[in-house]
């Protein structure tokens, strides 16, 4: 019995080899420098953030180059697969602009090196494998999961390295006869690759983040296609679909380094280029005086609902990443402040090696900017697009008169320097809402008219602007010279700089006043411009709510 046979065995159905896939999948007719990349991740889990890093950087990669982003959908691991999750992770790109070139999706394959799905794959693999049996470089073991935790355990306590290699591969000689025997019989199994690497040798591998970098030389004699459902572990799917879909940079996480023996030896038995490799930083985040990596389990803002349920516009998420995948982002976007982040000239060598801190009061401050800087008719289509999915209370009423919400949202807006009141699209109303009848209606909050305590003053000041001194159409100089006069008949000094001159001359100043004013229409102290405010509320709806003090 031979090698060719116990491959025979083991797939008899498989009549391709290699060279027609080889065929099938041609080099592909790119420029010279194109960049061909994958986002390729696992449906065990919703998309985070540390993903939304590898998406952007792949995606930058592929368009400044004129080369092409694939996502490719690694459901290998089919017990662990969360419902939802391959939805989620092509809707979070779609949300961020993020476009494959090439990806299969609910039934439709776009692109020429497809399937973009391991598990439509299989018969790829089984090819891949099958050459491996037929030159003695993989074998059957027939080791029980019992059997391998058990080995685990014992080296734990021997202190020795962690795996299946030398004497702990106990099936790797076993001869093929017996083999075939057993697979007859029925008994699982999974195939391990046959390594020929020392690890007492060394090799170098250039990382395109950290450079060169020596590691031992693989010895184990790791699985690459798993007993229950016959697909191929990630290590192996990972060679033979980056071979064919010509692959030529992989970005991916910084745990991934350790793999980098496995891959490059399995790369050097198929005789196959291997791609480029960028490993990510450690996404940190700042906990109280301590810097740790951001939790899925600990952090809302790890997972990308985050994001879109706050209400986060879609390019200060990018920009935000963008900021800590290369240190030089930051001057570049204040030199090109209006070209789209793929023109960035990304460069693996300018990625944080100790880990990236992400900074929610960061994203913050960026997230302003591009709010303050939308048109009022740009945030009202982005506010309501939110407001649709998250409140739809809310959006009721920004949509039951768009032109007055409109004018809301317009305060302070479109000029010089615009207002910045607004990190994300969930913050809004709180910052609106007694803008609509409904909100103030419904809102428990008292008065607290702050420096002016006396409440039968208050309802003086109050009822003597909107009797004596209120005019809807005075411009806003007029109408602040009526606020000083009101503000003088009652004591309080027209000019702040007069009252800190002559404090015991007065009983407080025109601020005082004008906060009494705002207070009574809107019980905010902090609010926008006072006047605008007015304008938009009108007299009779401001008159039916100071009635209330």
Same mark, same amino acid.
């Given at each position: 019995m031979t090698n060719k046979d116990l491959a025979d065995l083991i797939f008899p159905n498989i009549t391709k080899t290699i060279e027609d896939y080889e065929k099938m999948y041609p080099e592909r007719d790119l420029p010279e420098g194109a960049k061909v990349v994958r986002f390729a991740p696992s449906p065990t889990g919703?998309?985070? +953030?540390? @993903?939304m890093m590898s998406a952007v950087i792949n995606y930058v990669l592929a368009k400044k180059s004129g080369g092409v982003f694939f996502v490719r959908n690694e459901d290998t691991d089919q017990a662990r697969t969360v419902e939802g999750a391959v939805d989620f992770i092509h809707k979070t790109l779609k949300h961020y602009g993020i476009y494959p070139d090439e990806y299969e999706y609910e039934g439709k394959i776009v692109g020429n090196y497809g399937p973009y799905i391991q598990s439509e794959r299989m018969e790829i693999y089984h090819t891949f494998v099958k050459h491996l049996l037929e030159i003695g470089k993989a074998y059957p073991c027939f080791m029980s999961k019992e059997e391998v935790d058990e080995i685990r355990e014992n080296q734990l306590t021997a202190k020795k390295r962690i795996g299946i290699y030398g004497r702990f591969a106990r099936f790797r000689n076993l001869p093929i006869e017996e =083999?075939? &025997?057993? +697979?007859? @019989?029925? &008994?699982?199994?999974? +195939?391990r690759f046959k390594s020929d690497g020392d690890f007492d040798k060394k090799f170098v591998f250039e990382e395109q983040n950290k450079g060169k970098m020596e590691f031992p030389l693989n010895d184990l004699d790791f699985p690459i296609m798993k007993s229950e459902d016959l697909l191929p572990t990630y290590h192996f799917a990972h060679l033979v679909d980056d071979h064919l879909m010509r692959t030529t940079h992989v970005v991916r996480g910084e745990e991934w380094i350790s793999s980098v023996p496995i891959h490059y030896e399995l790369f050097q038995t198929f005789g196959f280029k291997m791609p480029k490799y960028i490993h990510n930083s450690l996404i940190l985040k700042k906990d109280?005086?301590?810097i740790r990596k951001i939790s899925k389990r600990k952090d809302p803002e790890a997972l990308m609902f985050y994001y879109t349920e706050k209400g986060y516009p879609a390019s200060a998420v990018i920009e935000s990443v963008m900021t800590i995948a290369n240190s030089n982002y930051e001057e570049w976007r204040t030199g090109h402040p209006d070209a789209p982040f793929y023109e960035f000239d990304f460069s693996p060598k300018k990625m944080s090696s100790s880990g990236a801190l992400f900074d929610l009061d960061k994203l913050d401050n960026i997230s302003k900017n591009i709010i303050s800087k939308m048109s009022k008719d740009e945030l009202f289509v982005e506010l309501t697009n939110w407001a649709s999915e998250y409140d739809k209370e809310f959006c009721e009423l920004l949509n039951r008169d768009i032109e007055y919400t409109k004018r809301i949202l317009n305060i302070e807006r479109e000029q010089k320097k615009p207002r910045k009141d607004y990190a994300c699209y969930s913050d809004v109303k709180s910052k609106i809402w007694y803008m609509f009848d409904e909100l103030w209606n419904k809102e428990s909050k008292g008065y607290e008219f702050q420096t002016i305590a006396d409440l039968s003053e208050v309802r003086n000041i109050v009822k003597t602007y909107f009797d004596k001194y209120y005019v809807e159409n005075d411009d806003k100089d007029t109408w602040f010279s009526k606020v000083k006069e009101l =503000?003088?008949?009652f004591g309080y000094a027209p000019e702040v700089k007069e009252y800190k001159e002559n404090p015991e001359n007065y009983k407080?100043?025109?601020?005082?006043?004008?906060?009494?004013?705002r207070i009574a229409i809107t019980r905010e102290a902090m609010t926008p411009d006072l006047y605008e405010l007015m304008r938009i509320l009108g007299r009779d709806r401001m008159l039916k709510r100071i009635e209330q003090i």
């Open positions: 919703f998309m985070h +953030i540390g @993903n =083999a075939m &025997e057993r +697979i007859k @019989n029925g &008994e699982k199994y999974v +195939i109280g005086d301590t =503000a003088k008949e407080g100043h025109v601020g005082d006043v004008s906060t009494v004013l």
